[in-house]
DNA sequence: CCAAATTTGGACCCGCAAGTCCAAAAGCTG
DNA sequence: CAGCTTTTGGACTTGCGGGTCCAAATTTGG
């Protein structure tokens, strides 16, 4: 039954996928249509139906846990490495490099809000994806502390979280206004911070 | 032209505003009806589109003004005061609360993302209210700085700047996983490392 | 090379919700 | 109260876009 899939088949669901996800980009979740999809992937909606039986819905969760993959994978080798303060400087640069180019077109930035609206489904993508991103961010944290670089009374868990939520509102900001500044202060403010427990 | 409007249509225009406000944050923006603003307020399509000519779009402007007036209202008397340690904590304890009760209702977590995509206007409502917001905070910082409270080379816009973004992730992050640790976490971290600047 | 399964194309259906229209009711002004 | 304007109700139109269906083409495996 769930077996089949030739290459060809994968081949073609995946280009829906990422297609799907290009007009997410451009247009916003819900302004997404179809037809457009089907276009920009020169498929038929008998294809898409074909790939994805539950419709809109099937594709659009496909589209976001692709691009929450895409998010951690746009951060790495830096955000699995932060050993020393070149290398969160490092990935501080990543971020804000990335953001900036990507402008507006948030993929994920619908699915943030709606989140808890739309299908638990996305609700548990975002989630996961929050949840790892915080965990690599912890862990850079506790291994600084390992090496003296950053106080050991700090509450790792929850300094990553403060730092998270920055870079969140900071992206949230680069969307609504177009400015970096938002991101860059917390990154730099955050991360300064940081470095002045162990001076303390 | 312009004139008219009688205390009575005055009066029901209000009214479907706060409806439309209410669908808005029970539902979502884009999953607002027109019908369902109107069964909950008792009004008909003539009048919807006597006081809203351009229809939706209109309607949800005007929400979108009255809400986010109301986000930095919901804040008063504690953020045009922040001139004393107790008070920014009493700031901060309103803003959990506030944002505590009202869970995953956000009137507007739509317009943040998809402020680029939608209506110029949208756009500048949301700027508006972060201008406002950031420049409260930081005439809250300057004012600290004066009495000494936090050091003098604080660059307090870019304090303000980075504050502003925690506050948007940590309702972010509480709109997607449900959880107000974030918030939490950024208001008492940024407030402490405010705080340890005096003391160096 | 043949039969079974998968892949593809696209015409068609259908419901939903935005927006139009107009006539009736209510309010204002002199 | 007479004649104007504003307000109200709700039936009707319309277009958009998601989802269905099925027959034709292609691929796969033996």
Redesign the interface.
Known sequence: MTRALTRKGEATRARIVVGAAAEVRE??V??VRLEDVLARTGTSKGQLFHYFPDGKEELLLAVAQHEADQVLIDQEPMLSNLTSWPAWLAWRDRLIERYLAQG?K?PL??L??????RAPGA?AI??GL?WRWQGAITEGIRHMQSTGDIAADVDAE??A??L??????????L????KI???E??LD??ID?LR?TART
Do not use: F, K
Request: proline share 0%; net charge neutral; hydrophobic share 40%.
């Open positions: 247009r916003g819900d302004e507006v948030c930035n619908g943030l809000g709606q989140t808890g609206r609700q975002v989630t929050m929850r300094a979280a403060a998270l939520a920055g870079i969140q509102g900071g992206v949230l900001l969307l609504s206004t177009g500044d938002h991101l202060a917390v403010l955050t911070s002045a």
